[in-house]
């Protein structure tokens, strides 16, 4: 390996880190947050990866609960430069409909690691290869996609950098 960090994959293909800690979910309805958790849990994830979809599934499930108690205090505390991106994102969110959530799946946590140890090792970022290493999977289901992080390793820091 040549000493650069492998990209994190989130959304259908996942790799990445563990639960952040700043974030009180006390106020967030119990059966969303048990639905979220449930999801993110499937198919043998990591406790890492998993916690990468639950922030997600959060999103996905009720986008104007995120803002209020994820999103905006994530921005306050980390200093997050208040600009279009971030004002779109709240835009995006307040007005998002409740989603399905995504559930890890073995065969795509595969690939995704796969990807990322292949792209790390010659210093890739980004899709190389996409439609090459998913055709036959997004045949079977319709389709298919990735989300590419580059040096997080906080799980909140994926999904808000991912996001924004």
């Not at 208040?82 to 799946?105: D, F, G, R, Y």
């Not at 290869?129 to 289901?141: E, G």
Request: charged share 20%; aromatic share 6%.
């Amino acid at each position: 390996m040549t000493g650069k960090k492998l990209p994190a994959f989130i959304g259908l293909l996942i790799c990445c880190a563990q639960l952040c800690a700043q974030i009180d979910l006390s106020a967030w309805p119990a059966e969303q947050l048990k639905l979220a958790k449930e999801s993110s849990q499937k198919a043998g994830a990591a406790a890492n990866e998993s916690d990468v979809i639950f922030y997600t599934n959060l999103a996905r499930i009720n986008g104007p609960v995120f803002v209020k108690l994820i999103l905006m205090p994530y921005v306050e505390h980390n200093k997050v430069k208040k600009n279009n991106a971030l004002q779109s994102l709240v835009t995006t969110l307040n007005s998002l409909p409740s989603l399905k959530p995504l559930e890890a799946e073995q065969i795509l946590m595969g690939k995704a690691r796969g990807y990322a140890q292949w792209a790390g090792k010659r210093g890739i970022e980004g899709h190389a290869r996409f439609n090459q290493r998913l055709k036959a999977l997004a045949k079977t289901r319709g389709w298919v996609g990735e989300n590419c992080d580059y040096g997080n390793d906080d799980p909140l820091d994926i999904v808000i950098d991912l996001l924004i």
